[in-house]
């Protein structure tokens, strides 16, 4: 078995750190030596880590003030391969390599689609991917349109990038499902509830769904529970008041266990400008919710096979994500996606990173 080291900046709560430890939990469940190294650790996460991972904390505040430390990582404990996910980590990791000058395959991973890369600095960003990325062994992307991407807008050698989706615990999160917050909301004899989640950010375009659900309310008995936290607190604070929203929306900020929400709501919602590889729509599919998104890059088409699972919207369009929200809640049958769910099977995706890495 090898010695495999994953190198994120820390387990705050973001989908790529969560996945990260998934990976890591499944490459120890398989009998590897596992080391979790963090920029700093700490985040919500850190209690999902297993105790068969070795956490290794490099104790820098900022990822670029952990190449130093990463470098001497690299040179004591030799591991035979380390993966690194987000880009200014993956930056740093090539990096490190080159001054360890230590043999280590090294495998990097690009979880958003380059659609994410505006205003300042996303030009330097995308030269440092293009003179940095084909130093490394291996370029993982989270679905097949980063990966098309990373080809076509990089120049990255087909061969070099692999498109590996995130593993999705289908059993573990229906039995986390099971634990339904005790919110008056949520109580059967009370309307139905749209739940959507995510960082309350530009890319999520929480806007655009205020505005559908307000199309909603004159149409439906429904109220929307959106969990996250993020920079446009205010801001969405702000515009459920203009819009006399305040009784029918909840922000229910950071939930460690979204799932409970999930099973309890009757629709997903997923209104973002672009993606990567949006693990809470297979998410809400394994707890049994009717899903909605926008057909932006990328992700939503794949997971949802073109609108076979799911119904797929354009970006930005109020109206069109409204309507799809009252079909959701009204139509009577809807497809089963458990055929669907086993090709993310933790299982599978371990089985990808073990040949990418080994």
């Given at each position: 078995?090898?010695?495999?080291?994953?190198?994120?900046?820390?387990?705050?709560?973001?989908?790529?750190?969560?996945?990260?430890?998934?990976?890591?939990?499944?490459?120890?469940?398989?009998?590897?030596?596992?080391?979790?190294?963090?920029?700093?650790?700490?985040?919500?996460?850190?209690?999902?880590?297993?105790?068969?991972?070795?956490?290794?904390?490099?104790?820098?505040?900022?990822?670029?003030?952990?190449?130093?430390?990463?470098?001497?990582?690299?040179?004591?404990?030799?591991?035979?391969?380390?993966?690194?996910?987000?880009?200014?980590?993956?930056?740093?990791?090539?990096?490190?390599?080159?001054?360890?000058?230590?043999?280590?395959?090294?495998?990097?991973?690009?979880?958003?689609?380059?659609?994410?890369?505006?205003?300042?600095?996303?030009?330097?960003?995308?030269?440092?991917?293009?003179?940095?990325?084909?130093?490394?062994?291996?370029?993982?992307?989270?679905?097949?349109?980063?990966?098309?991407?990373?080809?076509?807008?990089?120049?990255?050698?087909?061969?070099?990038?692999?498109?590996?989706?995130?593993?999705?615990?289908?059993?573990?999160?229906?039995?986390?499902?099971?634990?339904?917050?005790?919110?008056?909301?949520?109580?059967?004899?009370?309307?139905?509830?749209?739940?959507?989640?995510g960082r309350l950010e530009a890319q999520k375009d929480y806007p655009t769904l205020l505005e559908a659900f307000e199309k909603v309310?004159?149409?439906?008995?429904?109220?929307?529970?959106?969990?996250?936290?993020?920079?446009?607190?205010?801001?969405?604070?702000?515009?459920?008041a203009d819009a006399s929203l305040s009784d029918t929306v909840m922000l229910a900020g950071f939930q460690p266990n979204p799932f409970?929400?999930?099973?309890?709501?009757?629709?997903?919602?997923?209104?973002?400008?672009?993606?990567?590889?949006?693990?809470?729509?297979?998410?809400?599919?394994?707890?049994?919710?009717?899903?909605?998104?926008?057909?932006?890059?990328?992700?939503?088409?794949?997971?949802?096979?073109?609108?076979?699972?799911?119904?797929?919207?354009?970006?930005?369009?109020?109206?069109?994500?409204?309507?799809?929200?009252?079909?959701?809640?009204?139509?009577?049958?809807?497809?089963?996606?458990?055929?669907?769910?086993?090709?993310?099977?933790?299982?599978?995706?371990?089985?990808?990173?073990?040949?990418?890495?080994?």
């Amino acid at each position: 078995m090898s010695h495999i080291a994953i190198y994120v900046p820390s387990l705050q709560g973001g989908g790529a750190e969560r996945v990260m430890v998934s990976v890591a939990n499944g490459l120890a469940s398989r009998g590897h030596r596992v080391d979790l190294v963090l920029v700093k650790a700490e985040g919500p996460y850190l209690s999902e880590v297993s105790d068969r991972v070795n956490v290794v904390d490099l104790g820098r505040g900022r990822v670029i003030a952990s190449v130093w430390p990463l470098i001497c990582y690299m040179r004591r404990e030799r591991p035979d391969a380390l993966l690194s996910a987000l880009f200014h980590a993956n930056f740093v990791a090539i990096v490190a390599r080159l001054f360890a000058r230590v043999r280590m395959r090294l495998v990097v991973s690009e979880r958003n689609s380059l659609a994410s890369l505006t205003g300042r600095g996303s030009s330097l960003i995308l030269w440092l991917m293009r003179c940095l990325y084909p130093r490394a062994d291996a370029i993982v992307a989270v679905s097949r349109g980063i990966a098309e991407e990373l080809i076509s807008e990089l120049g990255l050698a087909p061969e070099r990038v692999v498109a590996i989706p995130n593993p999705v615990d289908v059993e573990g999160i229906a039995a986390l499902a099971v634990q339904r917050p005790e919110h008056p909301w949520l109580a059967p004899d009370s309307p139905p509830v749209v739940v959507a989640v995510g960082r309350l950010e530009a890319q999520k375009d929480y806007p655009t769904l205020l505005e559908a659900f307000e199309k909603v309310r004159k149409r439906r008995d429904v109220r929307l529970v959106i969990l996250g936290e993020g920079a446009f607190l205010p801001e969405l604070e702000r515009r459920i008041a203009d819009a006399s929203l305040s009784d029918t929306v909840m922000l229910a900020g950071f939930q460690p266990n979204p799932f409970g929400w999930m099973a309890a709501s009757k629709a997903y919602v997923l209104s973002s400008v672009y993606e990567g590889f949006p693990n809470s729509l297979i998410q809400a599919m394994a707890c049994g919710v009717r899903v909605v998104s926008t057909n932006c890059p990328t992700g939503p088409d794949e997971i949802l096979e073109g609108g076979k699972w799911g119904t797929l919207v354009p970006v930005g369009d109020a109206d069109a994500l409204a309507d799809a929200v009252v079909d959701a809640l009204d139509r009577r049958t809807w497809p089963d996606p458990a055929s669907m769910l086993r090709k993310f099977h933790p299982d599978v995706i371990m089985a990808d990173f073990e040949r990418i890495l080994t």
